[in-house]
Structure formats: structure tokens, C-alpha cells
């Protein structure tokens, strides 16, 4: 199997802001990720699933290179995060609800800013543009602004102008947050076409289902730390991932749930 | 560098389909010519007594022509010396004085025509008016070049006198606030209004070269408030006449191709200064509302700036080198006609090195992520 992921040692943490400054507790610094490693391999869904404030998120950040580890690194087709920035992003799509599209631009608008911005060439640019448009039913709002489209259309704006260079990683955090269950079908549909065009998928969620799903490997994250990895099928054999899940909660966390 | 094309591209297509934007760079334009125009007309009612339809200019007249006679145009004084005569002028106790060249005589229907000198005092209403009776007299005869020598100072204004403060006091503060108006409709808007929607992480994902995203704004939101810039300008040069016309003699203040030009260019790169200051602090703000809060004292502070000018009698031309200050010096030395161009080249060179240092400090700022995604 071709690693694709390889996150080695990542830690992270932030100063708690004045308000939620809890003198006992570490002197107002929370440990968001800590000394994270794990791999990810081509062809792939990587699930992270972990409860509120496990640090999901601010992992998928540091690999998108929107944030900077404090320590460790990962590499993304063996380019770091930390030190060769500009080609991890080259090579990621990132998505989540963080990420915004101005909505006074027109879909085709978008589409077509970011494919340049990323070095798409034109005519490579315009057929993926209409092969995308078309799947998701956009081609019709194409020329109207985003702020005027429904929030599932806004989504799949959103999705298709992540992809729009045709990245070979892609990092989506919360994939179907906030969507009915119409459009979550769509999305989840369309990661695992993804998947067998053999690009490889790294997302986060608390759902259980979705990674019962979708994931073909998972990292069960509780406070910063990897508390599980393994393939799902290992993962559910001796129970359901729901109790297992609850099963290192309360070993990790010493908290009855 | 395509990147940089790409971005300003789309800072020009979000600007120009926002018609309230649009709207910010015409009004300035319109509001300087309307005000100043007003001004104009309130002053020329107050500042300038009517004289009397015959009222008999008085002057001294040096070297006069035989031939030419002033009879019941000119109340003849005389002086001890020129410097005498001016200092009357100055004070307004003498009207004009004139002064025909010693070798007249040979020159006179030669090849070169003769040098005729008339000081008078723009801001007396009679000297005014004896000057304008002597020039029409003078060229009706033809035979004689007037004032020339540019080097020289006929007007001999008194430069403290009301008119000339109020004109080199509020111009540059008019200017300065309308600039820094414009420069604050658009720079907040365009990068703290960019965090505060969440659009702005969205561009840092993308493998463009952070300096590459700033010079992009910077490019375009100087543009913009250029063009507003540009609209107080246009309202500056068709408002100028009204106000001078007023106040003072037309002819006597009139600007000269040089003073357009350097009027211009100095709008030019105070714009980018205040761009790229409130842009940084656009930068540091989490939202727009932040931002304001943050310019607002800051346009306050230029403003004042702008208005100092009369105050500050600079002993130094490097006091030109100061932000804001020595561009309001600048300014307020072009419409009075009295620019040092080094002084205004310095304030010109102070600005765009101000502008290239806050653009780098600002390609640093964008690389922090405290700063970039504050919440
Ligand atoms: N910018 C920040 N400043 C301060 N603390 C932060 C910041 N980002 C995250 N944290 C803290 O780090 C911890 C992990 O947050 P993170 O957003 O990564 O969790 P998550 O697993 O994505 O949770 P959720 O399911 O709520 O999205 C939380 O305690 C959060 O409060
Ligand atoms: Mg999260």
C-alpha cells in the first residue's frame, strides 16, 4: 500500500483566551493535538472520529497548512506540511463549513478564480467545470450569485470549487454538517467515487454512521491523543463501533459515560 | 505575478458590481466641488469690498516712457527706493508699482521686447484692480513681455493675511479627510471584512504566494481610492477658479501645468500611504467593525495633520518626510503657490517608501496565523 499520509509526532496547542483561562489547569494552555502519528494510504477513507474538542479540526488544519504544528510534522505525498507549504497545497483539497466563498460572485465566477489560482490550465479548467457542474445540478445557477442559491446548492458550490484543481488528498472536516439528508447523499456519494478513482480521503466526524459508512480505515482521537487506529472491519468485529467507542472513552478519560 | 493579475481581477469585478462602492468614488469629487464652489462665492462676497467704479489706483512707476503718459489712470506716489514701495504693497498702502527696464529705449521695436515688472498684492481688492487696469494698458501697447521672469514674486501677498490661510488650511484638510474617507470605505471592507466572512482562509489555502495576495489588494484598493482620489482632484481643479476667483485675482493665482502635476502625483502616493496603513490595520482587526474602531482615531490624527500645515513654519525641508505632515506641507505649499519641489518630491519619496514597508510588513502579518484567523 502506497502511504500518501504520514503524520509523524503532530502536536499542537493553543493559549486559552483570558475567559476560559483555568488557572489549575495547565496555566491556560490547552493541548488541542497531541503527539498525533498515523499513516494514510492511497485509494482510502481515513475517518477521525472523536467527540466535541478532541482536536479533529485543528489536525486537519495543520495538514492543510492553514495552521502551523507546534512540533512533529506530516507529509502529504512526501511533501511537509511544515516546510513545503506551497506543494502540499498544491495537492489538497480542503474542505469545511471554516472555509467561505464570497457570495457575491457567481458560481461559474468561482470555479474559474480558484482553477487559475491553483495553475489549472483553460480548457482542462472549462471541462472539468462542466463534468462537475452538471453532476451536481449546479450548470442552472451557474450564472447567479451564490448568496441567492439555497444552503444545499451553496454546498455543493462549495465541494465542486474545492476540487476544481483535482487534488490527490483531500481533507474534509464535518462532510455532511449541516446538510438534509438529500444533499448529505450527494456528498457521501461522491466521496466514495473519489475513492475509487484511487484519490485519497481523510475526513473527520463524531458520527458513527458515516464512518460505518464511508471509512475504510479509522483514528479514534479523545483529548489530542490517537486512542485506537484500525481498519473498520477490526475496529467492529468483537462489538458495534459505537461501544467501542465508548469503551476507550471511559478508559481514556477515567469518565463514566 | 499571474496570480497577482488574478486576485486584482477579482477585487475589480467584487468593487464594480457593488454600486454603494462605485458610489464612493464619485462623491468626494462632487462634494469638493460643491463645497469649495460654495466657499468660493461666500467669500468673494465677504472678503472682497466692492470698489468704487472710479476709483484711481495708486502708484509708483519706475522709468517710465516718454510718451506714455498715466494721466487720471494711476494716482502717481513716489519712493525713495523699490524696497519702499514694495513694503507699501505688502502692507496695502501702495496699489502697484511698476517698473520699465533702463535700456527700453534700445530694445524698444527691436527683436526681444522689453521686460515690464508690475508687483502688486492679490490680496488687497484695489491692488487687484490697479494691477488688472496696468496689464490691460500694457498689452493693449504690445510692445512689452510682463512679469516673465518666473523666478520673481510680483504678488507681493501678504502671506498671513486671512485668505491665504483659509486656502492653504482647508484645502489640505478637506483633501486629506476625503482621501482618508474613500481609503476607509474600502480597505476594511476588503481585508477585515474578508476574515469576518471567512473568505480570506479560503484564498490562504490555496498555494498563492501570500505577498502575491497582498500586493494584489494593495494594488487594487489603491486603485479604487486612486479613482476616488482622482474625482477630489478633478473637483479641486473645477472648484480652484471659484475659490481663487473669489478671494483673490484670477490671474494672480493661477496654477501653472507644474502645480497640476505635482498635485497629482502627491495625491497619488498619499493614497497608497493611507491605504497601506489602514490596510495593515485592517489586517490586524478580526472584522470590520474592529477595523474602524482601529482607523478612526488614526484618520483623526491625519487629518489634524493635514491641518497643521499653517501652524508648522518648517525651518527644514526634511520636515517633508514626515507621513501625512509633510504631505499636508506639500499640498498646502502647491495651492499657494508657493512649492518647494524638493519639498514636495520629498513628501512624494516619503510616501511610497512608507507604502513599501507596510506592504512587506503586511506579507509577514499574512503568513501569522494568530493574526489571519482570529476569531
Ligand atoms: N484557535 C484556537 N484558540 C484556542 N483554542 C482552540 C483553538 N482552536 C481549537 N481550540 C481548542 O482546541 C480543542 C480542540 O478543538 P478542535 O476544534 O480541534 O476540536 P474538534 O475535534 O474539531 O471538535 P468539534 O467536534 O467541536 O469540531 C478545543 O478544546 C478547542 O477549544
Ligand atoms: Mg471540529
Known amino acids: 500500500m502506497e502511504e500518501i499520509l504520514k503524520v509523524d509526532n503532530l502536536t499542537k496547542s493553543f493559549k486559552q483566551s483570558k475567559k476560559l483561562f483555568k488557572p489549575e489547569k495547565n496555566g491556560g494552555v490547552k493541548v488541542a493535538v497531541n503527539n498525533l502519528s498515523?499513516?494514510?494510504?492511497?485509494?482510502?477513507?481515513?475517518?477521525?472520529?472523536?467527540?466535541?474538542?478532541?482536536?479533529?479540526?485543528?489536525?486537519?488544519?495543520?495538514?492543510?497548512?492553514?495552521?502551523?504544528?507546534?512540533?512533529?510534522?506530516?507529509?502529504?505525498?512526501?511533501?511537509?506540511?511544515?516546510?513545503?507549504?506551497?506543494?502540499?497545497?498544491?495537492?489538497?483539497?480542503f474542505l469545511t463549513s471554516e472555509l467561505k466563498l464570497d457570495e457575491t460572485f457567481?458560481?461559474?465566477?468561482?470555479?474559474?478564480?480558484?482553477?487559475?489560482?491553483?495553475?489549472?490550465?483553460?480548457?482542462?479548467?472549462?471541462?472539468?467545470?462542466?463534468?462537475?457542474?452538471?453532476?451536481?445540478?449546479?450548470?442552472?445557477?451557474?450564472?447567479?450569485?451564490?448568496?441567492?442559491?439555497?444552503?444545499?446548492?451553496?454546498?455543493?458550490?462549495?465541494?465542486?470549487?474545492?476540487?476544481?484543481h483535482d487534488p490527490e488528498f483531500i481533507i474534509f472536516d464535518e462532510p455532511t454538517n449541516g446538510l438534509d439528508v438529500l444533499t448529505g447523499k450527494v456528498?457521501?456519494?461522491?466521496?466514495?467515487?473519489?475513492?475509487?478513482?484511487?484519490?485519497?480521503?481523510?475526513?473527520?466526524?463524531?458520527?458513527?454512521?458515516?464512518?460505518?459508512?464511508?471509512?475504510?480505515?479509522?483514528?479514534?482521537?479523545?483529548?489530542?491523543?490517537?486512542?485506537?487506529?484500525?481498519?473498520?472491519?477490526?475496529?467492529?468485529?468483537e462489538k458495534n463501533l459505537e461501544d467501542t467507542f465508548f469503551g476507550l472513552y471511559e478508559s481514556v478519560t477515567g469518565e463514566k459515560v | 505575478?499571474?496570480?497577482?493579475?488574478?486576485?486584482?481581477?477579482?477585487?475589480?469585478?467584487?468593487?464594480f458590481t457593488d454600486r454603494r462602492m462605485v458610489l464612493m468614488i464619485f462623491l468626494p469629487g462632487i462634494l469638493i466641488y460643491a463645497i469649495y464652489s460654495l466657499m468660493g462665492n461666500f467669500m468673494s462676497e465677504m472678503g472682497q469690498p466692492d470698489i468704487d467704479k472710479d476709483y484711481v489706483p495708486t502708484a509708483y512707476i519706475i522709468g517710465l516712457p516718454e510718451g506714455l503718459s498715466v494721466e487720471g489712470v494711476f494716482k502717481i506716489k513716489s519712493y525713495e527706493n523699490s524696497e519702499a514701495a514694495k513694503t507699501d504693497i505688502?502692507?496695502?498702502?501702495?496699489?502697484?508699482?511698476?517698473?520699465?527696464?533702463?535700456?527700453?529705449?534700445?530694445?524698444?521695436?527691436?527683436?526681444?521686447?522689453?521686460?515690464?515688472?508690475?508687483y502688486y498684492n492679490s490680496a488687497s481688492a484695489q491692488s487687484a484692480f490697479g494691477y488688472s487696469v496696468a496689464i490691460a494698458l500694457l498689452n493693449e501697447l504690445n510692445a512689452f513681455k510682463i512679469n516673465s521672469d518666473v523666478s520673481e514674486k510680483f504678488d507681493l501677498v501678504n502671506s498671513e493675511s486671512l485668505a491665504a490661510d483659509i486656502l492653504s488650511m482647508i484645502i489640505p484638510m478637506l483633501m486629506f479627510s476625503l482621501l482618508a474617507s474613500s481609503c476607509m470605505a474600502v480597505a476594511p471592507e476588503s481585508i477585515a471584512g474578508e476574515k469576518e466572512r471567512?473568505?480570506?482562509?479560503?484564498?490562504?489555502?490555496?498555494?498563492?504566494?501570500?505577498?502575491?495576495?497582498?500586493?494584489?489588494?494593495?494594488?487594487?484598493?489603491?486603485?479604487?481610492?486612486?479613482?476616488?482620489?482622482?474625482?477630489?482632484?478633478?473637483?479641486?481643479?473645477?472648484?480652484?477658479?471659484?475659490?481663487?476667483?473669489?478671494?483673490?485675482?484670477?490671474?494672480?493665482?493661477?496654477?501653472?501645468?507644474?502645480?497640476?502635476?505635482?498635485?497629482?502625483?502627491?495625491?497619488?502616493?498619499?493614497?497608497?500611504?493611507?491605504?497601506?496603513?489602514?490596510?495593515?490595520?485592517?489586517?490586524?482587526?478580526?472584522?470590520?467593525?474592529?477595523?474602524?474602531?482601529?482607523?478612526?482615531?488614526?484618520?483623526?490624527?491625519?487629518?489634524v495633520l493635514g491641518m497643521c500645515t499653517t501652524f508648522i513654519k518648517s525651518s527644514s525641508v526634511a520636515i517633508h518626510l514626515i507621513p501625512f505632515l509633510g504631505s499636508g506641507l506639500a499640498m498646502s505649499g502647491i495651492l499657494s503657490a508657493a512649492a518647494s519641489p524638493v519639498g514636495v518630491a520629498l513628501a512624494i519619496i516619503s510616501n511610497l517608501v512608507f507604502t513599501a514597508a507596510l506592504t512587506v510588513l503586511m506579507a509577514f502579518m499574512f503568513k501569522n496565523e494568530n493574526i489571519m484567523l482570529k476569531k
Open chain 1, 38 to 93: 498515523f499513516s494514510a494510504y492511497k485509494g482510502e477513507i481515513f475517518g477521525l472520529l472523536g467527540p466535541n474538542g478532541a482536536g479533529k479540526t485543528t489536525t486537519l488544519r495543520m495538514l492543510a497548512t492553514l495552521i502551523k504544528p507546534d512540533s512533529g510534522n506530516a507529509t502529504i505525498n512526501g511533501k511537509s506540511i511544515v516546510s513545503d507549504k506551497e506543494a502540499v497545497r498544491r495537492s489538497i483539497g
Open chain 1, 106 to 164: 457567481t458560481p461559474e465566477y468561482l470555479f474559474n478564480f480558484f482553477a487559475d489560482l491553483y495553475g489549472v490550465e483553460t480548457n482542462v479548467r472549462n471541462a472539468r467545470k462542466t463534468q462537475l457542474f452538471s453532476k451536481f445540478g449546479i450548470n442552472e445557477f451557474a450564472g447567479q450569485k451564490l448568496g441567492n442559491l439555497s444552503t444545499g446548492m451553496k454546498q455543493k458550490v462549495s465541494l465542486v470549487v474545492s476540487i476544481a
Open chain 1, 187 to 237: 456528498v457521501t456519494d461522491f466521496l466514495q467515487e473519489l475513492r475509487a478513482e484511487g484519490k485519497t480521503i481523510i475526513l473527520s466526524t463524531h458520527i458513527f454512521s458515516l464512518v460505518e459508512k464511508l471509512c475504510d480505515r479509522v483514528g479514534i482521537l479523545i483529548d489530542g491523543k490517537l486512542a485506537a487506529i484500525d481498519s473498520l472491519k477490526n475496529l467492529t468485529q
Open chain 2, 1 to 15: 505575478m499571474k496570480n497577482v493579475l488574478t486576485i486584482i481581477k477579482k477585487e475589480f469585478v467584487r468593487f
Open chain 2, 90 to 118: 505688502y502692507d496695502s498702502k501702495l496699489d502697484i508699482m511698476v517698473v520699465f527696464p533702463a535700456d527700453f529705449k534700445e530694445n524698444y521695436a527691436g527683436e526681444t521686447k522689453p521686460e515690464v515688472k508690475v
Open chain 2, 198 to 303: 471567512g473568505t480570506m482562509a479560503t484564498l490562504l489555502i490555496t498555494p498563492v504566494k501570500r505577498a502575491e495576495i497582498v500586493l494584489g489588494k494593495i494594488i487594487s484598493l489603491s486603485c479604487f481610492a486612486m479613482l476616488s482620489g482622482f474625482s477630489s482632484f478633478i473637483g479641486v481643479i473645477l472648484s480652484l477658479p471659484k475659490l481663487s476667483g473669489g478671494v483673490f485675482n484670477l490671474s494672480s493665482m493661477s496654477y501653472g501645468v507644474g502645480d497640476y502635476f505635482m498635485l497629482f502625483g502627491l495625491i497619488i502616493s498619499i493614497v497608497l500611504a493611507m491605504i497601506s496603513v489602514f490596510s495593515v490595520l485592517s489586517t490586524l482587526a478580526k472584522n470590520v467593525k474592529e477595523a474602524s474602531m482601529f482607523i478612526t482615531p488614526l484618520m483623526i490624527v491625519i487629518i
